[in-house]
């Protein structure tokens, strides 16, 4: 199984987070085309694609982070990486899918965002760090439920609609995955385990 570095798994993580913001921005521009029928088809196929390439992108990402820290952290990781695989295939079942339509790409990003926001809530309650980051935890598990309550109750048929939410989601996630990189390397100059940094980068 490979080994990972320190500043390999910093490197991953910004490709991550970065990838999440750009993933978000090219969706909000993607909404501004929309201004006739063609576009709009158009656009939305395309969304559609871009989301299930960034996805199973990410996942991949996932996977290499945790196999880069050997077998034992692959197994306490699995109930996550199963879910991020989980929601990678099913957005490129949607691809495939003739019906397929952005407010369901809504619904399973809502269930992903849902079993985020538990999981950062049990990672902030078993911080080790400051108070105030452990504060910061807990306010990205809190909007982190907020987008999956908004992804089911706003999301509608208007794609244009789907499309700033899912749009908004991945800033965030992206967002996120940045300040968690920095939070690891304020970790760095604390005696910490490596399960510990893999978990901050996971969630």
């Known amino acids: 199984m490979i080994r990972l570095t320190e500043r390999t798994r910093e490197k991953l993580m910004l ?4 990838s999440m913001v750009l993933l978000g921005l090219a969706l909000f521009y993607i909404r501004s085309t929309m201004t006739n029928l063609f576009f709009y088809v158009f656009g939305s196929a395309f969304a559609l694609l871009l989301v299930a390439a960034s996805l199973l992108f990410i996942t991949g990402v996932d996977w290499i982070c945790a196999m880069g820290l050997g077998r034992h952290q692959v197994s306490k990781l699995r109930g996550f990486l199963f879910l991020s ?3 990678a295939g099913c957005s490129l079942l949607l ?3 003739p019906g397929a ?8 990003l809502a ?4 079993s985020l926001s538990v999981g950062k809530f049990s990672f902030a309650r078993s911080w080790n760090g400051s108070k105030r980051e452990q504060s910061v935890m807990y306010v990205l598990a809190f909007v982190a439920l907020v987008f999956s309550v908004c992804l ?8 244009r609609t789907s499309l700033s939410l899912v749009g ?29 940094r893999l978990n901050l980068a996971s969630v």
Request: one cysteine or more; glycine letters at 6%.
């Open 15 to 18: 490709v991550h987070g970065c």
């Open 85 to 87: 695989t989980a929601v």
């Open 95 to 97: 691809v495939f899918f």
């Open 101 to 108: 339509t952005l407010q369901m790409l809504c619904y399973l």
């Open 111 to 114: 269930f992903y965002a849902l």
């Open 152 to 159: 089911v109750g706003f999301s509608s048929a208007d794609d």
């Open 168 to 196: 908004s989601y991945s800033v965030f996630m992206g967002l996120q995955m940045l300040l968690a990189m920095y939070f690891l390397q304020r970790q760095m100059l604390r005696p910490s385990g490596s399960a510990s």
